[in-house]
């Protein structure tokens, strides 16, 4: 009777618990990307009169498409965009797996107080963090050397905007890896130590491979970051004339939509923007996959 | 089992429940803060709600609802200035939530015309052309309909520091060629001094001096557009500064950021070309200089020459999401041409007026604070706007225009390159924009 009674609820109670996430789901992410592919291939037609006395919207095919892949200034915001996440993303990876492996060292002392140390950038809203890093590097403002170094020049600008996305992120991955670190059975560890092995030898060759994992995952979250820089250039515009509207692709898609009144361009730059972004997961998140299990193989 | 179970539900119902209420919650709350004009209940007391980003408005406002007891007017800070509040207007248009009444500048009035943002006022307002000049009404009249009140003028003026011009034994240039000898006298007294910048960031100063040069963007005639955004005028002037940007005498840096305020506050920048509504945002921009800059006449191309455009100036409209246009527009005439309103607009906001029985008004004999040193203000202002040019007409996208101007023209800048490249691509995304929305252009 138990067993029976038992399957007779479990079919339906996960259901249940899961609807109200499904419903938010398919209401704040799958409605409004359905309608912005609508709105994607549609256009404003003006009609009458000087100032368009009668504006409809008209069905424009795939010509929002064809404008925004013949623009050069989409692909040039593509490349920005990459390059500030191939400066970005490996520092990244690489500060958090050294602060996470120097925390979780044996001699390791004010643990606490670094991990909080590390962890409050993140919890600096990003526009702040933007605009505090915009006083750092201006001329008039700059108490680390922007009178000498020119951190708005047309190449420092990557590592300028970079410089201030990583500073965000670099506390939330240590915390993530130090926790992957705290996670792993310390008897392998304890056994290398009593085999004479050195704690830089066991934190790269013990430690590190067991957190291959969480270390593709912050990857791929890294990643797919990367794809919506937004926050830092915007924030970022006012201050120098080398960041135009359009840097990022997410600029171009904002300033489509909001500054030049053309919804439906914006539409057609978002929902490219976001097949861009769904395939760089699917991709990314096989290759971690494929990496996971060849390490535990 | 049964029993957890039970307890299970009963606090997942509970989570559900309090999510409900906080949505609706959020939701309530968001749409009241939007037009409240729906709310005249049986005491027939009309309210309506204003957006306005000038400092000293509440004084003005709630002078008029001392007043206008059935007429209760809400001012409404809005949260971005200038084409954040536009585009704001424009997609709240959709959804009908918009104020009664905004702000809108000259230069983005047929945009918001063309997005049906607001409406014709001919049927509530009395004839216009006696208290404003044609110059004005041009603003805001369009193929037989008016769609605002036309507040202020603001000709473009030439700010300097009286200190350092004094030091260098020089007076204020009245011509464009002397502006560039006084640029580079300066830079060469003393290398951190410039005379001005070069803004990338303010579309609508670069096209005051091409009005000034005899530009016409855009002009209409009938039904079709031609637009000319890099004819002859416009290149003299973006050739003129390509000289001074080169030649390292003017600052290439963007305004209103906090190194350009910064450079203004210290001394760095000795002299702004600005417009008539400076010394209302002078004491955010550099207070520590109050009462330290002088105003002159904008220089000139030929000597003698009184012409000179404008930078902002705005008129106040009635919009489509109104319920009450009538009591709208009664406000929006009270405050825009009435002398009661004007003089409150005179002395809070350092409005100089459009209308032109308020050009004497006894206000104007004190300065704006900000002027404390130039007693003769607004007398000069009132000299200045007998020689205003404006284009013939903006364009019915001008935000994307102002938009690529500033991409091109940082580029520009950050690159190095030929400003007249950059006019041509303002040009042609102008042009291409128009052609894609259905106008008829020419061209």
């Known amino acids: 009777m138990a067993v029976a009674g038992r399957r007779k609820h479990s079919s339906k109670l996960p259901v249940l618990f899961v609807a109200p996430a499904l419903l938010l789901l398919a209401l704040f992410t799958f409605a409004p990307a359905i309608y912005a592919f609508y709105l994607s291939l549609m256009k404003s037609h003006v009609s009458g009169g000087l100032l368009g006395t009668s504006t409809e919207q008209v069905f424009a095919g795939a010509s929002n498409y064809a404008n925004t892949f013949s623009d050069p200034q989409f692909w040039s915001s593509l490349e920005r965009m990459l390059l500030v996440a191939v400066i970005g993303i490996p520092v990244t990876v690489f500060l958090a797996t050294l602060f996470a492996l120097c925390l979780d060292a044996n001699g390791a002392r004010l643990t606490t107080v670094s991990r909080l140390a590390l962890f409050l950038p993140y919890a600096v809203p990003g526009v702040i963090a933007s605009l505090l890093w915009g006083f750092l590097y201006l001329p008039a403002t700059s108490p680390i050397g922007g009178g000498v170094i020119d951190y708005f020049g047309n190449r420092t600008i990557f590592f300028t905007v970079a410089n201030v996305a990583v500073w965000g992120v670099i506390g939330f991955n240590t915390v993530v890896l130090y926790t992957a670190l705290r996670a792993l059975p310390p008897d392998i560890c304890r056994a290398a130590e009593v085999d004479g092995a050195s704690e830089l030898q066991i934190a790269l060759r013990i430690k590190l491979p067991q957190i291959a994992p969480a270390i593709s995952m912050i990857s791929l979250f890294s990643l797919i970051n990367a794809l919506q820089l937004f926050n830092e250039p915007t924030a970022l515009k006012p201050l120098t004339n080398a960041i135009t509207s359009t840097w990022v692709p997410l600029m171009r898609v904002y300033s489509d939509s909001f500054v030049n009144n053309d919804i439906y361009g914006g539409a057609a730059s978002a929902f490219t923007l976001l097949v861009m972004t769904v395939a760089v997961t699917v991709a990314g998140g096989a290759a971690a996959t494929r990496l996971t299990r060849r390490q535990s193989s | ?443």
């Not at chain 2, 369009?142 to 769609?147: A, D, I, K, L, W």
Request: aromatic fraction near 10%.
């Open chain 2, 1 to 443: 089992m049964r029993s957890s179970l039970a307890r299970h539900g009963t606090v997942a119902a509970g989570i559900l429940a309090a999510a409900t209420v906080a949505l609706a919650g959020c939701s309530s709350s968001s749409s009241s803060s939007g037009a409240s004009s729906s709310s005249a209940g049986s005491n027939q007391v009309v309210h309506l709600t204003i957006t306005d980003w000038d400092n000293g408005m509440p004084a003005v406002v709630s002078a008029w609802n001392k007043s206008h007891p059935d007429i209760q007017v809400q001012l409404i800070k809005p949260t971005g200035t200038g084409y954040t509040l536009y585009n704001k207007l424009i997609t709240d248009n959709r959804a009908g939530t918009n104020p009664d009444i905004s702000e809108i500048e000259y230069q983005a009035l047929p945009e918001m015309i063309a997005n049906k943002v607001v409406i014709p006022l001919n049927q509530y307002l009395p004839s216009l052309s006696s208290t404003y000049p044609q110059a004005a009404l041009d603003l805001v009249q369009f193929q037989g309909s008016t769609y605002g009140v036309p507040q202020n003028i603001c000709p473009m003026v030439f700010f300097y520091r009286t200190d350092v011009f004094k030091k260098l034994g020089l007076q204020p240039p009245t011509t464009w060629a002397q502006y560039a000898s006084d640029a580079a006298k300066i830079h060469k007294a003393n290398p951190k001094e410039y005379l001005g910048n070069f803004d990338a960031a303010d579309p609508e100063w670069f096209a005051g001096l091409a009005q000034q040069a005899g530009a016409n963007w855009w002009t209409a005639s009938g039904n079709t557009w031609t637009v000319a955004i890099n004819d002859a005028a416009t290149q003299k002037v973006a050739n003129y500064w390509q000289g001074l940007v080169n030649g390292g005498v003017i600052s290439p840096e963007p305004s209103w950021s906090t190194q350009w305020m910064t450079d203004m506050n210290k001394g760095n920048l000795v002299g702004w070309i600005s417009a008539q509504w400076a010394p209302n945002q002078f004491p955010t921009i550099a207070p520590s200089t109050s009462g330290q800059w002088t105003a002159a006449a904008l220089p000139a191309w030929t000597a003698g020459d009184k012409t000179v455009g404008t930078w902002g100036g705005e008129a106040e409209v009635v919009t489509t999401s109104s319920k009450h246009p009538k009591q709208a527009a009664e406000f929006v005439q009270w405050m825009n041409s009435s002398q009661q309103g004007l003089n409150l607009l005179i002395k809070n906001v350092d409005v100089f007026p459009a209308a032109t029985f308020a050009q004497s008004s006894p206000e104007l004999q004190t300065p704006p604070p900000f002027m404390s040193g130039q007693a003769g203000y607004n007398s000069l202002m009132a000299s200045i706007a007998t020689g205003v040019r404006n284009f013939q007409i903006w364009g019915p996208d001008a935000s994307v225009t102002f938009s690529s101007y500033s991409d091109a023209f940082a580029s520009a800048l950050q690159n190095h390159s030929s400003f007249l490249g950059a006019l041509s691509t303002v040009q042609s995304t102008t042009l291409n924009d128009m052609k894609h929305a259905g106008f008829q252009v020419t061209g």
